[in-house]
């Protein structure tokens, strides 16, 4: 199985600042690497996919980068509604696997 | 706009068989792969397998108890999973997988259904 590496597991942070989130293969993924916004009793949202492109409807502000085994969602300018858990996934091989999480909390 | 809904019963005894269906509306259950995921409590997301047509593709930590299949006539995916136990207590989400398009779209996991709370208690 590919394992996912998120760090770090959980962040405070304040609205307006820069958070970045990482996440590492544990083998090259090539571009096969997709994020996801999960709020309490909700399913996850598809923000980027393959590294680096938006989904449609989610803000600019979100942006991914990377290709192999080193990935980075970033969000510039932090809003209310972005505190949530953040998770990568990675397409590129069976059993599909996801990183552990990271929660970004209010500071 | 797809909608993807799960249902099933919410409580299973331990060692029978969990049973969930879900129903796709607004769209065609063709020419997508179909997924289901679970998050057991305050923890992670784990796949399950996914369908496309009559291929199927399993996880090997469920492959033995694990069976996907699809009803084109009704647009719906079901998950049958056996001799469950505790541990299979979670969040199960039925999940549309864009593991059919080209790799420009990651195969990621694009509409979800709200997902459905089954627990496994006597």
């Known amino acids: 199985d590919i394992q996912m590496t998120q760090s770090p597991s959980s962040l405070s942070a304040s609205v307006g600042d820069r958070v970045t989130i990482t996440c590492r293969a544990s083998q090259s993924i090539s571009s096969y690497l997709n994020w996801y916004q999960q709020k309490p009793g909700k399913a996850p949202k598809l923000l980027i996919y393959?590294?680096?492109s938006l989904q449609s409807g989610v803000p600019s502000r979100f942006s991914g980068s990377g290709s192999g085994t080193d990935f980075t969602l970033a969000i510039s300018s932090l809003q209310p509604e972005d505190f949530a858990t953040y998770y990568c996934h990675q397409g590129y091989g069976t059993p599909r696997t996801f990183g552990q999480g990271t929660k970004v909390e209010i500071k | 706009q797809v909608h993807l809904q799960e249902s099933g019963p919410g409580l299973v005894k331990p060692s029978e068989t969990l049973s969930l269906t879900c129903t796709i509306s607004g769209g065609s259950i063709s020419n997508y792969y179909w997924s289901w995921i679970r998050q057991p409590p305050g923890k992670g997301l784990e796949w399950i397998g996914h369908?496309?047509?009559?291929?199927?593709n399993y996880n090997p930590s469920l492959k033995s108890r694990v069976t996907i299949s699809l009803d084109t006539s009704n647009n719906q995916f079901s998950l049958k999973l056996t001799s469950v136990t505790a541990a299979d207590t979670a969040v199960y989400f039925c999940v549309r997988d864009l593991s059919s398009y080209s790799a420009g779209h990651g195969y990621a996991f694009d509409v979800w259904g709200q997902g459905t709370m089954v627990t496994v208690s006597s």
């Open positions: 369908i496309y047509y009559a291929s199927t």
């Open positions: 393959a590294a680096s």
